[in-house]
């Protein structure tokens, strides 16, 4: 199984934006189907963005969609997640996940139980 790393949480106003990180390591990283997603305190995990191994196909959760981007650089094994417009709500701590294209054809998955790798996760506070 592939090895994630998420990095570029912190603290940010409302009205600002976040560029978080996802390092791959231990896999082929281009194989590899990823998502993110969020958890808040007291709430369940929910998906937030995916994009397909070779990063032409990108999909948001409709309640962020225009607020989001999200890329890979295959060549370092890296994706990112870009959230623009902060709101408070967005507080939580934010995970990648990877999931085999080896193993999974379809390129669209918002459930976490498609997903087989998981990282530790980066917090990301927004102050209003």
């Known amino acids: 199984q592939v090895q994630l790393v998420e990095s570029g949480g912190g603290l940010a106003q409302a009205g600002g934006s976040l560029r978080l990180s996802c390092a791959a390591s231990?896999?082929?990283?281009?194989?590899?189907?990823m998502g993110w997603f969020r958890q808040a305190p007291g709430k369940e995990r929910e998906f937030v963005a995916g994009?397909?191994?070779?990063?032409?196909?990108?999909y948001f959760a409709d309640g962020m969609r225009g607020r989001l981007t999200m890329f890979r650089e295959n060549a370092k094994d890296t994706v990112y997640l870009q959230v623009n417009s902060l709101k408070p709500e967005d507080t939580a701590v934010y995970y990648c996940?990877?999931?085999?294209?080896?193993?999974?054809?379809?390129?669209?998955?918002?459930?976490?139980?498609?997903?087989?790798?998981w990282g530790q996760g980066t917090q990301v506070t927004v102050s209003s």
């Open positions: 994009i397909s191994k070779g990063g032409a196909s990108t």
């Open positions: 231990g896999g082929t990283g281009s194989t590899y189907h």
């Open positions: 996940a990877a999931r085999s294209a080896l193993v999974y054809n379809n390129v669209i998955a918002r459930s976490a139980m498609n997903y087989d790798s």
